[in-house]
């Protein structure tokens, strides 16, 4: 068999950009799960990592193997029917929501950064969301296996500038009092059941297209590594930022004090992943649609963006720390099964 590398890291670079969203790339997600419990939260993150790096290649194997077109499938497959149906009615709410989350992180980056209006952020993102979904799964491939390379050299790059700082081992080593410190205890597993959960609107019908098991094994293997690094970068980068927890986009405002001349670039970065995880999230959506009714693309597009947007004129930081911690709970089930499901090496 002919080992497609290439096509291994479209995989990876699909995983990543779905993964890596509005709460990845600004840092706030990483803060509300781990970088705010200290120490505690890096260990969190290596047990992330790991689940990350097997779980995603589970997923996205059996999910070929059973010929799933979404992840409506995958659920039954995983639930069984009347369960997997109850699961894919919360799942459709989950990335409406989290789209909304999206959406409203965008905006946040006009308006944080940019001095800009976060309805206009909200707007462009919205339109060049809808070119590129018209385009389908090649515009998918294309705008992730730009923007991820660069998103994790810059997150090594913050990481190096970080570590170099005269009081790094004691940052690293601080463990801060958090009144819901249980919270550090559960996130690695909230944390990858929630990010998987959603990414299986992405992965599953991935997987169907590339149907070799050899290549979405490791684009899975390979799409976990990266995550693991930029979540340990962004990690190790987030902690010597003081008062981490009341910025909207803290990676941008170490950006700024350490590395100014890659600020501007920096910015256009984050937005590049927020605005690839819109993509994944809505073409997910899209596809679960088209199998409930028949209805032309633009359509169903234009549908889930508005009642996307409708949700985003919550603000951003707030938006984020009430649904995805919420959202990683209700995914627990969802990451148990797919933990316990057996797949079959033999039927490929």
């Not at 781990?34 to 993150?45: E, L, N, Q, T, Y």
């Not at 700082?165 to 080593?173: A, G, K, S, V």
């Not at 980068?237 to 590395?259: D, F, H, R, S």
């Not at 930081?317 to 797919?338: A, N, V």
């Amino acid at each position: 068999m002919k080992k497609n590398w290439y096509a291994a890291f479209q995989i990876a670079a699909v995983y990543v950009g779905t993964v890596v969203g509005a709460g990845f790339a600004t840092g706030r997600e990483i803060v509300e799960f781990f970088s705010r419990f200290g120490f505690v939260g890096f260990i969190s993150i290596l047990l992330s990592g790991y689940l990350l790096i097997v779980l995603g290649s589970k997923l996205m194997r059996i999910a070929a193997q059973i010929n799933a077109v979404s992840y409506q499938e995958l659920n039954i497959h995983l639930f069984g029917k009347w369960a997997g149906r109850g699961i894919n009615i919360i799942m459709l709410f989950m990335l409406l929501g989290v789209s909304a989350v999206m959406l409203s992180g965008a905006g946040a980056v006009f308006e944080e950064q940019l001095g800009l209006t976060k309805t206009l952020g909200v707007f462009i993102t919205i339109f060049l969301s809808f070119l590129v979904m018209m385009v389908g799964t090649k515009g998918l491939f294309a705008v992730n296996s730009f923007v991820v390379p660069i998103m994790i050299c810059f997150s090594l790059m913050l990481m190096g500038i970080s570590i170099k700082q005269t009081d790094f081992m004691e940052h690293l080593l601080y463990i801060p009092h958090a009144v819901d410190g249980w919270k550090s205890v559960l996130a690695p597993f909230s944390y990858t059941a929630l990010n998987l959960a959603l990414a299986q609107a992405v992965l599953v019908p991935i997987a169907n297209e590339i149907k070799d098991d050899w290549t979405i094994k490791w684009g899975g293997i390979l799409g976990g590594i990266a995550l693991t690094l930029i979540l340990v970068s962004s990690h190790l980068t987030l902690i010597t930022l003081p008062n981490l927890e009341i910025y909207e986009i803290p990676m941008a405002i170490i950006m700024k004090q350490v590395a100014p001349f890659f600020y501007w670039v920096f910015v256009l970065v984050i937005y590049g992943e927020i605005f690839t995880s819109v993509i994944g999230n809505v073409f997910g959506l899209d596809r679960q649609i088209k199998q409930l009714i028949t209805i032309p693309t633009y359509i169903s597009i234009s549908g889930i963006f508005i009642v996307s947007y409708i949700i985003s004129l919550v603000d951003y930081g707030e938006l984020l720390s009430i649904l995805y911690p919420l959202f990683g709970y209700i995914s627990l089930i969802f990451f148990i099964l797919l933990w316990m499901k057996p797949y079959n090496k033999t039927a490929k």
